[in-house]
């Protein structure tokens, strides 16, 4: 059973940076050929893919965000991370963190519960 929970600050201050891990467990995220996604949904808009890490320990993001969002992984607690840079209000979200068989689109088959983060003063 491959499970996935996210955990991080329900909060953050604008301009600063937000920091979100996701705990894998039921497989090891080094397992082939998986890839580990960060999806957000801010109000009112449909689910954006920000970025992922590979199995093999390679990066991709969406070009709009690529400047801000750094993805990494602790393969010894079985964790990848979310460092979204400067945020802003726009940002306020519910994030997910997923499993896919692909860095971009296509199916993800397991999802956390996901985690309501607002970026306010």
């Known amino acids: 059973q491959v499970q996935l929970h996210e955990s991080g600050p329900g909060l953050v201050k604008p301009s600063q940076t937000l920091s979100l891990t996701c705990t894998v467990s039921?497989?090891?995220?080094?397992?082939?050929?998986?890839?580990w996604s960060w999806i957000r949904q801010a109000p009112g808009k449909g689910p954006e893919w920000m970025g992922a890490?590979?199995?093999?320990?390679?990066?991709y993001y969406t070009p709009s965000l690529e400047s801000r969002t750094s993805i990494s992984r602790d393969t010894s607690k079985n964790q990848f991370t979310l460092l979204l840079s400067s945020v802003t209000p726009e940002d306020t979200a519910v994030y997910y963190c997923?499993?896919?068989?692909?860095?971009?689109?296509?199916?993800?088959?397991?999802w956390g519960q996901g985690t309501q983060v607002t970026v306010s003063s």
């Open positions: 039921g497989e090891a995220i080094t397992t082939n050929y998986w890839y």
């Open positions: 997923v499993r896919g068989g692909a860095a971009v689109g296509g199916t993800y088959d397991f």
């Open positions: 890490i590979s199995y093999s320990d390679v990066t």
